[in-house]
């Protein structure tokens, strides 16, 4: 019998991070199993590798919780950063100007793919007849 592969989402909006930025990071870990992503994430010194792992241990625990996958064959299909929206800003400057800057935001697009974890029926007890009640 095969195994069908089914894949879960995990969405994570307005990230208050550059899309630039989350998606440089999410590129270490595109493709790859959800452990050895986890392990890449937790050694990599940006601040935009928490954003992505909160991301992939969301749509991991969606596929074993929800779902009822195989946690050890779960890996990373589709993680795409896209732009969310901008907020708008001024910097005071020298002689009564503002100058105006943007703050950044971005969404996180998870999918892991995994088979279902196969449960095990519990062997059937024989009915034991007692020698009192016969």
Same mark, same amino acid.
């Given at each position: 019998m095969a195994e069908t592969i089914y894949t879960v989402k995990a969405h994570i909006k307005g990230v208050d991070q550059a899309p630039r930025k989350l998606s440089l990071i999410a590129s270490l870990v595109r493709?790859? $199993?959800?452990?050895? *992503? $986890?392990?890449?994430?937790?050694?990599?010194?940006?601040? &935009?590798?928490? &954003?992505?792992?909160? *991301?992939?241990?969301s749509a991991a625990a969606n596929a074993v919780n929800n779902h009822g996958l195989d946690a050890k064959s779960l890996t990373i299909s589709t993680l795409s950063v896209t732009a969310g929206p901008r907020i708008k800003r001024f910097k005071p400057a020298s002689r009564g100007r503002a100058l105006p800057f943007e703050k950044k935001s971005g969404h996180i697009l998870v999918e892991v793919a995994g088979v279902v974890k196969q449960v095990k029926k519990p062997a059937a007890k024989k009915a034991e007849v007692k020698e009192g009640e016969k």
């Open positions: 493709g790859r $199993s959800v452990a050895d *992503a $986890s392990v890449i994430l937790d050694h990599t010194p940006k601040r &935009a590798a928490l &954003a992505v792992k909160k *991301a992939i241990q």
